[in-house]
């Protein structure tokens, strides 16, 4: 073998040896980042059935389909974090057990049990170990109208006070936020509020939920309503989500404070006939005196609109679940009945057929 052979065959095998060394060191492509999911469908169904039973009651069937997913996708630079919150349900009920003196028949009375639609979605960045900035948009309303009735059976009557995207809130914020795994509080002076009224029904009766309409108003000409009204206010918003705080229990928790830096003046507290807002009245349809005693801390926290949810799954087996919802909502912008019209509370306890329930990957 020549010199010659010899150095080409020497040159050939570190060549082989370098570009081997090279594709060793050039580490392999990796996923810029990752999505958790986690998705709820479920269907609850309740029945009760008396007859001729001496503790006495009426039979009752109600069905509520629910839906809860969570949708994140986590990357370096930052979190994009989605959640689906969708109900709706009816409650039938025999009010009188269909009887000989049937005021309407067998179930004469169907009424809703649940209704909603909430749907966030929140993108973060993280700045300094937890601490981050984020954008956040949330959307609220239900999917059908809501009612109040008055009297029973085939006597019954019903006045729509509510229906789909009527009314609806859509809240936009640019936030301070503070995360954890499960966790976060977000601080927002600078977020965005809009109140949507799209049924021109209800605004012709003074319903409009905060939507204040113009002095031009006139109630017989649609042309003069206004259905959106934007706030630019403050807000706080704190989220809870985790699974298994006990083996097969899962805890949801949620609370938002949005104070509107136009509410003072809207408000009129010096003249409360003036008020863009209706107080809570009393039995005389009157504005409770003591509205006016309220001093500078009272009328604040009078004014900031609250919602506070709380949900528990106890996960009974993999098709099965025990449930807990609670809803509490201050909102000087609804009127109800009484000294603390301004108050609506929702509570829920029940039996849930899950038809999937997927953990999210650690």
Known sequence: MTKKTILLAALAMMTISLASAQEEATPAPQKAGNWTTSSTPALKVSEFMFNNWSSSGNSQIDITGTFFGNYKFSHPKYVWDNIVDLAYGYAWQDLDNSSVDSVGGLFETRRKSNDKIDITSALSWKAYKDWGASFTANLKTQFGAGYEYNGIGIAQTQTKVSGFFAPAYLTTALSFEHKKDNWSVSLSFLTGKTTFVMDDSL??????????????????????????????????????????????????????????????KN????????????????????????????????????????????????????????????????????????????????????????????TPKS
């Open 203 to 264: 605004i012709s009766k003074g319903i409009n939920y905060g939507v204040i309409q113009d002095d031009d108003f006139n109630a017989a000409d649609p042309s003069t309503f206004r259905h959106a009204y934007f706030a630019l206010g403050s807000y706080i918003k704190a989220l809870y989500l985790k699974k298994d705080i006990l083996p097969k229990l899962d805890l949801y928790a949620r609370l938002e404070l949005f104070y509107d830096y136009k509410k003072p």
């Open 267 to 358: 408000m009129s507290w010096d003249d409360l006939a003036n008020s863009k807002y209706t107080p809570a009245l009393d039995e005389e349809g009157n504005p409770y005196d003591d509205l006016a005693s309220f001093g500078w801390t009272k009328r604040r926290a009078f004014e900031t609109d609250l919602d506070f949810e709380l949900k528990l799954d106890y996960r009974l087996a993999s098709f099965l679940s025990a449930n807990f919802a609670l809803n509490t909502k201050w909102d000087t912008d609804f009127s109800g009945i009484g000294k603390w019209g301004h108050w609506q509370i929702y509570q829920m306890a029940g039996i849930q057929i899950l038809f999937n329930w997927k």
